[in-house]
């Protein structure tokens, strides 16, 4: 096939090239001195492979329209295509979306479940069941409020998007950082589908597909599934606990009908569900080097000596019903859905075997022995989306709409006695109960002055009410607690486009964000009370540029950002037991740069940018809080090195001027992509690398807890042939094998959780 090229292909090449050169001093210099740039850009829908045509208009509904992501006044990410493929090649879990983004930071305590989302610094640490998070998740127009439901596997994914900033008005409560939104392929009326198959290391074998069927001209299904699995990588050497660990199978499947009878009307019907069998995280006792926040000499990933059991298993479902009538000058939304999961997650969390009282211990100084389960026997959600908007021509577009949500959980924790012949439960036992009911009406306007300038301006009113209480029963009960909140909230945004010209357009947004109170109750002896946080809310500004270089074979788009976050909730650990205390900081401020860019630098080569900055501080002078379990515990033998000021009482730390955890300051990502003919087909190689600064595990500052800056890479080789139909690749995933400490435990001792380490494999993909 001849290969057409753009007459002025030659001269934009040349220029791309040396934007991509100039690029790269900046992030070689910055990773050499710590202060490297933040995550990753969108990857437009590109066109034909080494075709030279530019980059395709990249289409998004982060205001519920079908809209050019350059018109939108708001930052955001896509990842959509080959990029989302190399990214899950190695069967990664959504963590894989962690700098992938300016600003968008993800990780977990609990392995392949429970996620844990930030953005521009905003998340939440904790390890509670009933933890609610400042980021939003929405698939397929459904939220996911419980931290059970965030970790779906990501497979036949359309596009994902990464909405950064206050989402308070379109998507309402529980998103005042930003949402991240998953929209799967949906059916259509043509028969087609697709195969992939792939083996790894350890034992590694993923298999995913999709079959679309048109059932006639009015009625089309679409099935999706993936099966993820590895054997156990990890020994116990110790003739108790759980012997071989880090297995997993992770199943998960779709089933989508549409029913379009006319243009009027559409009905898509969408039933899911996941069935993970896997361990939870492993928490390794004594491994970070006291005084840095390096391994131990000797480290050796594979072994794992401990005397406790380690298990987990989540099972998930749900359904949704999405109803749209395409009426005279309107357009009318139903989107009704159903979620619900059982998780059961019981884990060595003391990291090792025995105890000072119980010789022998190790590895290193074990205080005491903590290993315990929890539970979300029951889980329920429901949601109710009525939503109409304009679809006539004009000046003025509209949407209005009113949305319901439900949810009853049930959370239980236990404990057992690893010292006991086959880890017996122990008393300990504490359960919570939460029922939420919330409503909200929404509405926005869309008002186009003149062919320049487009304004926005968006208003929601929600109202929450939770009943939640919380139980400890053992040997003597405590309980049950009630806690009966109820709480309003109004959001609102406004925001303008201005065109400069047909290719550049200059965006400002003021937004403001809201996430309802929280509670929890993992009672203990120690603390029988449950901890309660109150409402915070957000004002955000945001301003920025989005343009199309080179007649479209570039994309670039810039934004500048400071928020105030009011009665910020953040979560404080114990430093002396297992548990988590929910508190209020008066203000949290931050503040940053963002920069996505992508690029067809030649016929054959294509490349992405993406960068941040971000400056979060903690402003609240009477707050403190429970530094590492230290010398209450351990006389000191198994502490850490905290380098803010001391408290009021004795164990505690103040944290007034701390960033917020996990909220690393920079962030870079870059890919690079090739593809050229190669006999008759293609060959093609991508790359991806990502880089992050530091950050704080916890609220306080301690040198053993500040994790190392962070590079990790990724490749994906293969070859395409008969129009793309066939497909073969080699692929590599954290490519340099860099195992560090990224998160920890800190009420015991220098107990760490390390990210995962090298990964290799290859797959054959068929399309039909």
């Known amino acids: 096939m001849k290969r057409l090229k753009p007459h002025s292909s030659l001269p934009h090449a040349r220029k791309l090239a040396c934007l991509a050169v100039i690029s790269a001093f900046p992030l070689q210099a910055a990773l050499a001195q710590e202060a490297a740039a933040g995550p990753e850009t969108p990857v437009a829908q590109t066109a034909a492979e080494g075709s030279g045509q530019p980059l395709d208009v990249v289409i998004v509904t982060a205001q519920r329209r079908a809209e050019n992501i350059r018109d939108v ?13 190399t990214f899950t090649a190695g069967g990664q879990d959504i963590r894989f979306l962690s700098g992938r983004s300016p600003s968008l930071n993800v990780e977990s305590d609990y392995g392949r479940s429970f996620p844990r989302f930030y953005i521009r610094g905003q998340g939440n640490t904790d390890f509670d069941l009933n933890a609610s998070q400042p980021v939003g998740l929405v698939v397929d127009d459904i939220v996911q409020e419980s931290p059970m439901l965030k970790g779906f596997p990501v497979f036949d994914v359309e596009q994902i998007e990464v909405l950064r900033g206050p989402q308070g008005t379109l998507f309402g409560r529980n998103s005042p950082a930003g949402v991240i939104k998953f929209d799967s392929v949906k059916p259509v009326f043509k028969q087609e589908g697709y195969l992939s198959l792939g083996v790894g290391n350890y034992g590694a074998k993923n298999a995913e597909g999709a079959f679309n069927l048109p059932i006639s001209d009015t009625v089309a299904a679409r099935v999706s599934l993936q099966s993820q699995n590895r054997d156990d990588r990890v020994h116990n050497p110790r003739p108790t606990g759980t012997r071989d660990l880090e297995g997993y199978h992770d199943n998960a499947g779709r089933l989508q009908v549409l029913v379009q009878p006319n243009k009027e009307f559409s009905a898509l019907l969408n039933l899911h569900a996941r069935d993970l069998d896997n361990n939870a995280t492993l928490f390794r006792a004594n491994i970070i080097k006291p005084g840095t926040s390096d391994l131990v000499d000797g480290f050796d990933y594979d072994s794992y000596p401990t005397d406790g059991i380690n298990k987990q298993t989540l099972k998930t479902k749900g359904a949704n019903l999405r109803m749209r009538w395409n009426l005279p000058n309107l357009t009318l939304h139903s989107i009704t859905g159903y979620e619900s999961a059982e998780f059961y997650s019981r884990a060595d969390v003391d990291g090792g075997y025995g105890a000072v009282y119980a010789q022998p211990m190790g590895p290193g100084y074990i205080p005491f022995v903590v290993e315990t389960a929890d539970l979300l026997p029951n889980h329920r959600q429901l949601t109710q989306e009525l939503r109409v908007e304009s679809n006539g021509a004009g000046p003025l577009q509209w949407i209005g709409g009113l949305f319901y949500f439900n949810e009853d959980i049930r959370i239980d924790s236990i404990g057992f006695d690893s010292l006991a012949p086959g880890n017996p439960q122990n008393p300990f036992y504490a359960t919570q109960d939460q ?31 939770k009943d939640f209480s919380a139980r400890r029963v053992e040997a003597t009960t405590a309980g049950p607690f009630f806690i009966n909140e109820d709480s309003n909230n109004v959001s609102w945004d406004l925001s303008g486009t201005y065109a400069l010209d047909k290719n550049t357009n200059l965006f400002a947004r003021i937004a403001t964000g809201y996430r309802a109170p929280s509670m929890q109750g993992r009672l203990n002896g120690l603390a029988d009370r449950p901890s309660f946080a109150d409402a915070e809310k957000v004002l955000s500004f945001e301003a920025g540029i989005k343009q199309e270089l080179f007649d479209r074979r570039a994309r670039m788009s810039a934004s500048v950002f400071q928020y105030r976050v009011k009665d910020k909730q953040l979560t404080a650990g114990s430093g002396v037991i297992n548990m988590n205390q929910l508190i209020n900081a008066d203000k949290v401020t931050g503040q940053g740069v963002e920069l996505d860019f992508q690029a067809v630098l030649t016929d054959s080569l294509r490349m992405t940018f993406g960068t941040s900055y971000n400056d979060t501080e903690i402003k609240d002078a009477s707050l403190f809080v429970q530094q ?129 380490p090298r990964t290799l494999g290859a797959q054959f993909k068929v399309n039909f």
Do not use: H
């Open 435 to 465: 029922a939420t009911t919330s409503w909200a009406a929404f509405g926005s306007l869309n008002y186009t002055v003149s062919d320049k300038l487009k304004l926005r301006g968006g208003l929601r009113y929600t109202s929450d009410k």
């Open 628 to 756: 590492c379990g230290n010398f209450a515990n351990t006389g000191g033998l198994a502490g850490c090195t905290v380098t803010n000021p001391v408290g009021p009482f004795a164990g505690t730390v103040r944290i007034d001027g701390n960033p917020l955890p996990r909220a690393p300051k920079w962030q870079t990502n870059f890919t690079l992509s090739y593809t050229t003919p190669l006999a008759n087909g293609d060959f093609f190689a991508y790359t991806d690398w990502s880089y992050r600064t530091s950050y704080n595990m916890f609220l306080y500052e301690a040198r053993e807890y500040k994790a190392r800056p962070l590079v990790e890479g990724g490749l994906r080789v293969g070859y395409k042939w008969q129009d793309g139909k066939y497909e073969v690749a080699a692929f590599a995933r954290n490519i340099t094998d860099r195992v560090q400490v990224v998160g920890a435990i800190d009420f015991d001792n220098l107990t760490g959780i390390v990210n995962e």
């Open 73 to 85: 006044p708001m930052a955001i990410t896509t990842i959509s295509g080959d990029k989302l493929t």
